[in-house]
């Protein structure tokens, strides 16, 4: 029954605890005993919380137990990237930097999924300060995909996606600024949405770039995702950039039907580097939603080319100011030196790690007096010219369609010796995040065994088209029921 | 000086004031002056991983009045920008602050020297941030073996004014200074406490040969927290840069510091070392957007500006010496405004505020707002001397009685039987009805019952409602009797 029930879905997880089919307690140490099992070759976690997490369990018993009414999420075991602070929990950011800093204080969407009582078993491993497409910038692990050990599972929420498709966590949340849920959903073959920039609260996720960086939750199945964005999204008044919109019930939009809406693909995302039987895979799928009523034509995003230079200008501009707090004298890793700025120098030599330096170097530079108009200024201009791509793009469809990511997951050491192969692989990602709409990453099938994703994009504040496109897509394909196999164990595909 | 006769001196001057807000600009936190090290303060203000700022209005509406006080242009856009240094006494190591598009846009203020008036342009008023305290077991931060940070003060609200480079001579500058603080005084956007540390100022300095238009090349001193380091550090600083001139140089364009025991100025930074400050938007605040509404909700909370104040103080009839002085404080001013309605000889009133007033205060090193008389009570005294109660000699020690005992001045008069009356004639009057009216008793005095004078007294104080001299009662009673 228990190893059963972790590889269910959220929801008919929830039925089992309503109807006491298994317990709280039962399904949280299921995942304990998973972790135990798988994650010594995985390593998606760098933090289990066994014992608090069975504590939280025996609460959500006790209402099991009395009968009480049972919310959507309660008792569900999930797991958090470390970059979300957790009040007396390690917050690492997978850095030697915070290596042991102990948040007083939760991020709000750790403070959401408390009050939803959800389980957290753990914190999940990442690219250190979220920056990566591979998770192989982690300072303390390499996480591995399971659907082939020797690749990569995709990044930064690497650790995330794993958890997630190897039945470590029921859900669980990540952050994107470029891609960092939906390159590493595609990847691991989970559904991962990226919300709209401002409706998800960043009070408490440790900044990458603030004006792209969005939380948003992977899942098994499309209805969980809606599930577990009820519960985390809507407005904060202590995020200044977090929107007061009205927040539907995001299950409302789980109908198994596209008929008559207008899906664009945008040509541009199916350039140079886009490895062609992912493009058949992913055709596979458009025929599948055109076979099911949509009206599907091709369109322009003109300025995509200019996205990546762009995006890396201002994400490496904002987070040279974001990290430039990492210097040794509130908290986190200091080195011992003669004097203040030799401890400045030698702390952030020794806690950061190559990758964060080198986006810090370029992020300076960008905003070097002199460069300032050529590079960070004109990246700006460019943003607003992809947001008018978007917008045009949108008078004319409900969504647009394209490959997650170019390729399925690489190997191990295969990108990360170039740095720049790396950076451009991320050119069907980071347009979303710079022009700041909702895009989902969900399974469209393998290319050697290896999961493909299919990414929706929509309007602003327009999760719910996608999770209706994504809900349908899902209800008449079966790629979301294969599991990974592990330790030569095949895991029971879900209910269905 | 020597080079007054030389050169002309042009210098404009950055103000740093901290704005006195109940809570800090971007958290909850206390601004509260004191407190233990690190004990006001939050993860906002710590720049703890994670934490975002969240602007306090309050801090835009000081902003506002400040700036329609000092003739600014409102912007309806303005934006956060982050200015990127390391320094430990800056918890994130950039400063929220204001860079090209700052809320108070250009504006000014007159000065007067000598009775000349002059307008002393304002180029903008930027909101900001402030750094946390260094504190060194040494003298400076390398040479100490120890320094802490307090944090407490990370997060005031400041107001930066930037002049343009109007002011031509050092009692310019001081007088722009007094005019600026007076006037945020006056509006309650600031306490102005220099010796807090609540106001700072950046001096900036350059000379020319009189009769040119180009600028000559300036110097920046930074950090100067009093008006006579102000004027000591621009004597200084004047006669460096005429020095330099004339022994054929060039002056070097660069930062200066002011050290207040030698009384000089020291370089701290070329201009080659300046700061690269790397300024861009804050992407964590949205840009602020202030409509009509707004600065006219502010604008009404304005109070009267003290060159309006004096104005009117004039046609009351004080002297422009007079409504100066009155008006130099504005909590002397609401003192005076307020005994003013109940007390309407404006000059009378003038006169006894600065001098027994004043002078009461000054001995017991007591502001006016914390007076233990009210300006009511100051009026009540007043009017006894005009309705002819006391004399003004018996209303100065009156004062000095209510300032010691907070009591109203009749009362004090009618403890004290101060109000005497001590009009013969009229007392003689009451006498006569008192014993027309009680000649049994009349008759027992002279009938040699000494007590019976005792009724007598008492039915003419009690004619008097208490105010008649008990002594001059006896001596003309018995005149009277005898
Ligand atoms: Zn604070």
Redesign the interface.
Known sequence: MESVSIGKSVSEQHELLVHKDVSSTELTKAYIARIHSVDPDLQAYLTVLEDKALAQAAEIDRKIAHNEVLGALEGIPMALKD???TEGIR?S?ASKM?ES?I???N?TVTDRLQAAGTILLGKVNMDEFAMGSSTENSYFAKTRNPWDLERVPGGSSGGAAVAVAADEASFSLGSDTGGSIRQPASFCGVVGMKPTYGAVS??????F???LDQIGPFTKTVRDNALVLNAIAGYD?????SVAYEKPDYTKFLVNNVKGLRIGIPREYYGEGIDPEVAKGIQAGIQTLIDLGAEVSECSLPHTEYAIPAYYLIAT??A??NL??Y?G???GYRAEAE???GM?KQTRAEGFGPEVKRRIMLG?YA???GY?DAY?LKAQKVRTLIKRDFDQAFEKFDVLLSPTAPTTAFKFGEKSADPLTMYLSDITTVPINLAGIPAISIPAGFVKGMPIGMQLMGKAFDEGTLYRVAYTFEQNTNHHTLKPSLSGEVLASGSR | MVVANQFEMVCGLEVHVELQTKTKIFCGCTTEFGGEQNTHVC?VC??????????NREVVNFAIKAGLALDCEIAEFSKFD?K?Y?Y?DL????QTSQFDLPICGKGGLEIEIDGEKKWIGITRAHMEEDAGKLVHSGET??TSNE?S?DYNRAGVPLLEIVSEPDMRSIPEVLAYLEKLVQILEYTEVSDCRLEQGSVRFDVNVSLRPFGTDTLGIRTETKNLNSFSSVRRCMEYEVARQARVLNAGENVVQETRTWDEGQGITLTLRSKEEAH?Y???PE????PLVIDKEWVERIRKTLPELPAARRARLQTLGLSAYDAAVITQAKAMADFFDEALTYYTDAKTLANWVMGDMTRLLNSNQCSVVDSPISAKQLAELLQLINKGTLSGKIAKSVLEEMYSTSKDASMIVKEKGLAQISDEGALLGIIDGVLAANPQSVEDYRAGKDKAIGFLVGQIMKATKGQANPGLVNQLLKEKLA
Request: glycine share 4%; hydrophobic share 35%; proline share 12%.
């Open positions: 970059n979300m602070c917050t950011c915070l800093f948040p007083p204080y991020a960043r009070l408490g996720l440790i900044a770039a603030s004006s008044p202590l995020d200044s950039t501009a904002e040279s100011s430039a707090r210097d004298v509130r908290y004097d203040v700025l400045f300076t905003l070097s007096s300032y960070y | 993860p710590l720049g703890m991983p994670g934490a975002l700022p969240v602007l982050r990127n390391f430990p918890s994130k190591n950039y931060i390398s320094s940070v690269d790397r300024y861009f992407p964590d605040l949205p």
